[in-house]
């Protein structure tokens, strides 16, 4: 059974830092790659980051691009979102997705989310 | 980026209902088009991807169709556990956009 746990996040201040994790289960990682997605309170689905199965390629929509980092460990079978300079628009549920190998952006599978809140 | 229009934004039904929800690309997407179901502080849950393939363990009650730049998603039979919001996604060019969504409530 595929499986995404997610982790890490929680209240912080603007400017501030904060890193999430997704631990995966259920099939091979290393062979697919992984996205994140994000939900602000009350609006729709938005994708923030995606990294490839190796991780020697990673993407970024344009409102995080030089403040949010992607990694992944596949040892550890874990993804990772580094955030940086958080602004109050950051705020959202932030979900880790499980891509497909012939369609990057396909997600069947999708963890629980984690709370991102910053405020003053 | 491509754009995706969803519409309505919001409907009303009735359990036992027929209904559907129309998803516009702003450019030709093929059949690289995914419907997601989300309930209230839940994950999104994929139904259909390909534009009309069923994902395992969805009952057929869901449908898909269209192609190019017009699709639609048939939820027939409407029972209380389909109320919910659903949004369509394209996965066919970078980055992947996502509809406004739409919310099926009980009427």
């Known amino acids: 059974e595929v499986q995404l746990l997610q982790s890490g996040g929680g209240l912080v201040q603007p400017g501030e830092s904060l890193r999430l994790s997704c631990v995966v289960s259920?099939?091979?990682?290393?062979?697919?790659?992984m996205s994140w997605v994000r939900q602000a309170p009350g609006k729709g689905l938005e994708w923030v980051s995606a990294?490839?199965?190796?991780?020697?390629?990673?993407f970024y929509t344009d409102s995080v691009k030089g403040r949010f980092t992607v990694s992944r460990d596949n040892s550890k079978n874990t993804l990772y979102l580094q955030l940086h300079s958080l602004t109050v628009e950051d705020t959202a549920v932030y979900y880790c997705?499980?891509?497909?190998?012939?369609?990057?952006?396909?997600?069947?599978?999708w963890g629980q989310g984690t709370l991102v809140t910053v405020s003053s | 980026d491509i754009q995706m229009t969803q519409s309505p934004s919001s409907l009303s039904a009735s359990v036992g209902d027929r209904v559907t929800i129309t998803c516009r690309a702003s450019?030709?997407?093929?059949?690289?088009l995914a419907w997601y179901q989300q309930k209230a502080g839940k994950a999104p849950n994929s139904l259909i991807y390909?534009?009309?393939r069923l994902q395992s363990g969805v009952p057929s009650k869901f449908s898909g169709s269209g192609s190019g730049t017009d699709f639609t998603l048939t939820i027939t039979s409407l029972q209380p556990e389909d109320f919910a919001t659903y949004y369509c996604?394209?996965?066919?060019?970078?980055?992947?956009?996502f509809g406004g969504g739409t919310k099926v409530e009980i009427k």
């Open positions: 390909a534009a009309s």
């Open positions: 259920g099939f091979t990682f290393s062979t697919y790659p």
């Open positions: 997705a499980k891509g497909e190998v012939a369609s990057t952006y396909y997600f069947e599978y």
């Open positions: 996604q394209q996965y066919y060019n970078y980055p992947p956009t």
């Open positions: 450019q030709g997407i093929s059949n690289h």
């Open positions: 990294i490839s199965g190796t991780g020697g390629s990673t």
